[in-house]
Nanobody, 116 residues
Framework: QVQLVESGGGLVQPGGSLRLSCAASGSILSINTKGWYRQAPGQQRELVAS???????NYADSVKGRFTISRDNAKNTVYLQMNSLKPEDTAVYYC??????????WGQGTQVTVSS
């Protein structure tokens, strides 16, 4: 089994920054993809960014140039640095670990609110 524990959410003003962290523990395979998703009220969960164990990254168009995903394989941790935050970035952010087809694990979610 795998556990994902997120941290770093909170309230920030527009234009501000936050850094999310997600630490994984349990049966972690060496080859996997870690990602961050978000879900705003009344909307579907969407991919924000992902990074493979080899370091290949993928970003949603809405966050390109503002968010950066990174990972520390030794610590089984993935980070999401969010800069130039906008009110439309407000959502619950979920950490995801994918270890193969239909093998997905999710964190409990952390609230990010961008408001003045």
């Amino acid at each position: 089994q795998v556990q994902l524990v997120e941290s770093g959410g909170g309230l920030v003003q527009p234009g501000g920054s936050l850094r999310l962290s997600c630490a994984a523990s349990g049966s972690i395979l060496s080859i996997n993809t870690k990602g961050w998703y978000r879900q705003a009220p009344g909307q579907q969960r969407e991919l924000v960014a992902s990074i493979t164990s080899g370091g290949i990254t993928n970003y949603a168009d809405s966050v390109k140039g503002r968010f950066t995903i990174s990972r520390d394989n030794a610590k089984n941790t993935v980070y999401l640095q969010m800069n130039s935050l906008k009110p439309e970035d407000t959502a619950v952010y979920y950490c995801n670990l994918n270890q193969g087809p239909r093998i997905n694990y999710w964190g409990q979610g952390t609230q990010v609110t961008v408001s003045s």
